[in-house]
């Protein structure tokens, strides 16, 4: 782990209650929302408002990238568009549903855009159609793992 996201990491715990010291020395994760710098900017920063507590990916990323997915009570370091650390979240919910079922209330639980279903869906079907892989289509049956998580601990620099 980069040494300003082990400090940042550091303070985080520095802060907790004694009873929270069972927690793992380092993070569950550490990620920037998006697919490019702007975008994670933006997104870090609706987190850190407290207007973005939603988030999903394609299922299908987790076993081609070969990573776990998220589970509840995981805390992740989130980035900016920089790499640098904005914030700590936590996973309070994970659930697997077909993207062309994902509630409106979900969709403006991500807190982008105009906060619509019709504005998720749209953004979202792009995003996922740039992350194809050659053998798989964007699909409106295709599963994705939606997850709900709380600010727990935001830098003092503002963004």
């Known amino acids: ?31 920037s929302f998006g697919d490019s710098s702007e975008m994670a900017d933006q997104l870090a920063i609706l987190v850190r408002q407290g207007i973005k507590t939603a988030t999903c990916s394609a299922l299908s990323s987790y076993k081609e990238d070969q990573t776990p997915q998220p589970q509840k009570g995981n805390l992740s370091v989130v980035l900016d568009g920089s790499g640098l650390p904005v914030c700590v979240i936590e996973t309070l919910e994970v659930f697997v549903a077909p993207f062309n079922e994902v509630s409106e209330r979900f969709a403006y639980e991500e807190g982008e855009g105009d906060r619509s279903l019709a504005y998720w869906r749209k953004a979202h079907q792009n995003f996922f159609s740039r992350h194809c892989s050659k053998d798989r289509v964007f699909d409106e049956r295709m599963l994705v793992v939606c997850e709900r998580f709380k600010l727990v601990y935001a830098s003092r620099a503002e963004l």
Request: aromatic share 16%.
């Open 1 to 31: 782990m980069k040494a300003d996201i082990l400090e940042f990491w550091q303070g985080y715990l520095a802060g907790l209650q004694p009873s929270h010291f069972d927690r793992e020395p380092e993070p569950d994760s550490v990620f």
